[in-house]
């Protein structure tokens, strides 16, 4: 948001995109596209869930501009579409990381 202000459409998009990323499954599933595209049931295997679980994340994630798709052959490759989204992740990640980290040497303090 750089010192800009934002008008009501553009605030729902942004909310829309943040909510898309407010899902463990969902995040889970981009953690395993980091390592390059994957097909529904290879992120299936990967991760432990329903195969119909899977899609339905894959939906909103590809409605949201997170994830691309790919037919190739009888199989769809998902990827991520957006890498920008693994750098507000590791952002977020790094920051929580540096929390739990306070709170070790508060408790071990104590």
Do not use: P, W
């Not at 957006?82 to 508060?106: A, F, P, Q």
């Amino acid at each position: 948001m750089a010192n800009r202000r934002l008008g009501s459409e553009m605030l729902d998009l942004v909310a829309e995109r943040f909510k898309a990323l407010s899902d463990r499954a969902r995040l889970a599933l981009l953690q395993e596209l980091r390592q390059g595209s994957r097909t529904v049931n290879e992120l299936v295997a990967a991760t432990g869930m329903g195969q119909a679980n899977v899609s339905r994340h894959l939906s909103t994630l590809h409605a949201n501009g997170l994830v691309s798709r790919e037919r190739q052959g009888v199989f769809v490759r998902y990827a991520i579409a957006d890498r920008d989204v693994l750098k507000l992740c590791d952002i977020v990640c790094g920051r929580l990381e540096d929390e739990v980290n306070e709170r070790k040497k508060v408790i071990a303090g104590r």
